[in-house]
């Protein structure tokens, strides 16, 4: 298989995305286009529409650099931290708590399902 | 001089990518989790932007940009998925249910402490959403009454914390299997907290990234009935 190289790529890549854009508009219920285009990508690969040479260099560089795309978003809702006023800290607090909260409920919840799916299977 | 440089892209686009570099620098030094390059970064550019006097719609000329970026960066998390794909489909079903529970749990905690702190309704439902990525969250805020704006921030907040404290959370409740780990992130804070997980490993990464989207879609559904 040839390679593409990076703008056939990022060519594949945000046709996938705005056709991700375009089915997310149009589905009764709300959903990003950037997941719709996950899991487009993610079919398209496995259906073997599209191979893994012909994203794989520009979707490995926009992976490895994720955190850094959202630093603008975030720098700018930092400074409009004013709509949230009196109310501001205590939000902050229940966000914080239940984000540690919901990352601990889930984590015990996989771990038990994976033991007792791995249990059964050992019975077998 | 200061009219040029507020109306090109290139300052914004320069005041995040040094503010960013700074935070792996010092992340580097400092070789604690917690000291995020992701976070660093942010407060370095809003503190950028307050001391300069900076307008957000110049800043926001070279930050749409690079936001823009965050489209296909979420959507090329469907590679690590592929790669994973043998892991995801001997771990199929804790995956799913990890993340209904996740999500049933996070809903009913921030129902509960919304009542408990006696918050109104609008505020409720600006925080209900917050484990989810942006786009679902905005959009399920306003569908049920919330304040899109405080929306946005909470899942900033959620997102920033998962990052920064995934790794220490890990090790405190010892949550060893990358799978474990991965929806744990995935379903507690989205694409922000994922970026952590894909640092932790390609696995977490793409677990994180799964839970992305089973978490945003069952809390559309739960959103629904609730």
Redesign the interface.
Known sequence: MKRFNHLQQCLV??G??LL??IIGEISP???????V??????VC??TGIVK?EQ??D???F????????????????????E??KS?GL???G??????????????????L??KL?NGKEKKR | MREMLLSTPVT?IFI??A??ELGVQINKKLKTPIAN??LI???L??AV??VCNIP?EA??L???M??M???????????????Q?KVLQE?F???V???L??SL??VA??HG??KL?M?EDS?LYS?LP??V????AV??SE?CGGLK??T???V????????V??PT??KL?H?K?P???G???G???H??G???A??MGELE?AMS?V???VA??LT??LA?VW
């Open positions: 890549l945000f996938l995305c991700g854009a219920v709300s959903v990003p286009g950037s997941v285009g996950m899991m487009l990508l993610f690969l496995m893994v994203v794989e520009v979707a490995d926009l992976q490895k650099n994720m955190a850094f795309f959202f630093v603008p978003m975030c720098a700018n809702i930092l400074e409009e931290l709509i949230l109310t205590l939000l902050l229940v966000c914080v708590f239940c984000t540690v909260i919901t990352f601990a409920i889930t984590g015990f919840t996989v771990t399902l994976q799916m | 914004g995040c990518l503010a960013y390059p992701m970064g942010i407060v550019a809003a932007l307050s957000l800043f926001d070279g930050g749409d690079i936001n970026l965050l489209t296909p960066a979420t959507a090329v998390i469907g590679l690590s998925i592929y790669r794909r771990n079903l804790p995956v249910l990890g993340c529970v996740g749990a996070n905690l921030i402490l919304c702190f918050l505020l925080l917050r484990s990525t942006t786009p679902i959009a399920l569908q704006g405080v946005a921030v909470c900033i907040i959620t997102g920033v914390t998962g990052a404290l995934a959370l890990a409740l949550f299997d799978v474990v780990i929806v744990a992130v379903t507690s804070s694409a922000a994922t970026t952590t894909l640092q990464g990234g839970s992305i989207g945003g879609l559309v559904l629904a």
